[in-house]
């Protein structure tokens, strides 16, 4: 499903995201 797939990749971003904020602090 194309649709899953691009849900998939936006909770991916979110968390590199999440991620790259805990590192900057």
């Given at each position: 499903?194309?649709?899953?797939?691009?849900?998939?990749?936006?909770?991916?971003?979110r968390?590199?995201?999440?991620?790259?904020?805990?590192?900057?602090?």
């Amino acid at each position: 499903h194309k649709i899953y797939k691009e849900n998939k990749m936006q909770i991916k971003i979110r968390a590199d995201k999440k991620l790259e904020e805990k590192q900057n602090k």
